[in-house]
Nanobody, 124 residues
């Protein structure tokens, strides 16, 4: 059984920064692509960023490219999302997930385990 626990969310003013963390249980964390997704009220869950097993390859949604940075520390079984220059439209619940199935990195169906989410609210 894999558990993913997000932390680091909160309330921040537009232009501010937050750093989200996702701590994973299990000894095979380093074998998997990890992703961050978000879901705003009334909207579908959408892809934010993903990182391959070594951290050498990253993927970003166009809406966050240049502002967000995904990274991982396999020794700590943790993946991070550094969010800078936050905008009110970034307000959402942010989830980390483990990519297990074949499919594109931005497809929610390719991920098997999800965290409970952490709320990020950006005020204008």
């Amino acid at each position: 059984q894999v558990q993913l626990v997000e932390s680091g969310g909160g309330l921040v003013q537009a232009g501010g920064s937050l750093r989200l963390s996702c701590a994973a249980s299990g000894r095979t964390f380093s074998s998997y692509v990890m992703g961050w997704f978000r879901q705003a009220p009334g909207k579908e869950r959408e892809f934010v960023a993903a990182i391959n097993w070594s951290g050498g390859t990253t993927y970003y949604a166009d809406s966050v490219k240049g502002r967000f940075t995904i990274s991982r520390d396999n020794a700590k079984n943790t993946v991070y999302l550094q969010m800078n220059s936050l905008k009110p439209e970034d307000t959402a619940v942010y989830y980390c997930a483990r990519k297990y199935y074949s499919g594109t990195y931005f497809d929610t169906e390719a991920y098997d385990y999800w965290g409970q989410g952490t709320q990020v609210t950006v005020s204008s």
